[in-house]
């Protein structure tokens, strides 16, 4: 059996950061949840120890500390909130796998703030030279992670990295969440993964889909 990896969540409190430790919480994985406000990640640890009494879950007090124990650190905050993440996580993940998950949406959800020719997942790999960024989660809602099968069809998670290996293991961790992965080139087409979904809100606002959406690649 593969050793257990250690996933640090930063943001567990939240609608992704909660929707991806459970749904991580049935895997080969030992979870390390952080928030700001640790008595909203004690009730997201208990949901997972109700629903799994066997996860390797806990929370940490500390973005740095859980950081420094993880193999692979998912970045589960808003995008505004990145930077001062990244200060403080730099010199522990240092070498690792960090998991951009952001959308840099504008205030009416219209648009992108990032510049043209960019992308939230290229600016963190800026932020935090030393790790192994890749783009992932960033197309599936919150909703889906509880049910990652929308009419009929598994929901696509695509994936976007520079890195064979940790696209590899990022692979495998949005397989476990229950979404059928999709390597889609390198951290470049964070560009085009971010405005995907920009695109995919626009419409559920539009057309008034309920939030459990997503996108399927069909081919034959
Ligand atoms: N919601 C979706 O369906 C969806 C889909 C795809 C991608 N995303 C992306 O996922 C990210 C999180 O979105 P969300 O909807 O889950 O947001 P959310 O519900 O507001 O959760 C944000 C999380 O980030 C934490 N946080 C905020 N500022 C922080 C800081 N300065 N340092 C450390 N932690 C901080 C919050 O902790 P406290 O609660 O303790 O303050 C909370 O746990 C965003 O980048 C978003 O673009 C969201």
Redesign the pocket.
Known sequence: MKTKQTIAI????????SAIARSLAGGNYRLLLY???KE??AVVLQSIHTANPNAEAESLEC?TQASWEADIIIL????A?EK??AEKIREVANQKIVIS?????NETYTGLVTAPGSSAGEELQQLLPHSKVVKA???????DFAIPIIDGKQVDGFIAGNDEEALQTVKHIVATAGFNPVIAGDLSVSRTLESM?SLLISLTIKNGYN?HAGWKLLHN
Do not use: R
Not at 101 to 105: D, E, K, T, Y
């Open positions: 930063i943001g567990a409190s939240g609608n992704m950061g928030s700001t406000h909203k990640t973005s589960a905050v808003p995008y909130a001062e993440v998950i952001s959308n840099p949406l989660f960033n197309t599936t809602y919150a909703a979904q939030w």
